[in-house]
């Protein structure tokens, strides 16, 4: 008993090693708060980039820069779909993980505030909606939607929609349909 009490005072007295388990502590904490920034960072930038490319979308189909008449190999939804990923240059695998949604808008109702987002287990199989161009006086509501993997799966608590496809991001914009 004297001998298990000597080497417990012995290993209580010896400092060696209090540096490296603080440093582990204190840098463990600091690592993770500075990824989970640089990932809210990363999140954002992508979330605005799609919001930039579904605007620059938007303006092509809505000035009629690239008329749909003009598209024999692909549909309008194809088309947006393809405009929207190239513009935004930040996704990976952007076709196959963004959803589309088009229809007409009432100001009446509103809109609706649930969204439709990819589920990467079936293929996109109710795509933009209806969309008529040259239509007079009707608004258009176009939504996107793309979920993206996080870094750290575990920092994702804090985002809203989030499930075990990835974070859902959403972009959302309307214009008028008028004659051209």
Known sequence: ?????????????????????????VATTFLTGFFWIFETGLIMTKQMMLERALDITVRDLRLYS???????????????????CETALVFKDCEENLHLEMDTFDPASGYAKT???????????????????????????????????????NGIAMFPGVNDEGIPLVADTAFMNEPE
Request: glycine share 2%; charged share 25%.
């Open 1 to 25: 008993m004297l001998k298990l009490r000597k080497k417990l005072w012995s290993f209580r007295s010896d400092e060696r090693g209090y540096s490296s388990v603080e440093f582990v502590i």
């Open 66 to 84: 690239v008329p749909p008449t003009k598209l024999p190999t692909e549909t309008i939804y194809q088309w947006a779909k393809r405009q929207t």
């Open 115 to 153: 969204f439709k987002c990819v589920d990467r287990s079936v293929p996109d199989l109710n795509p933009l909606g209806v969309f008529t161009p040259n239509q007079r006086s009707e608004i258009m509501y176009i939504r996107a939607c793309i979920r993206i993997d996080p870094m750290m799966p």
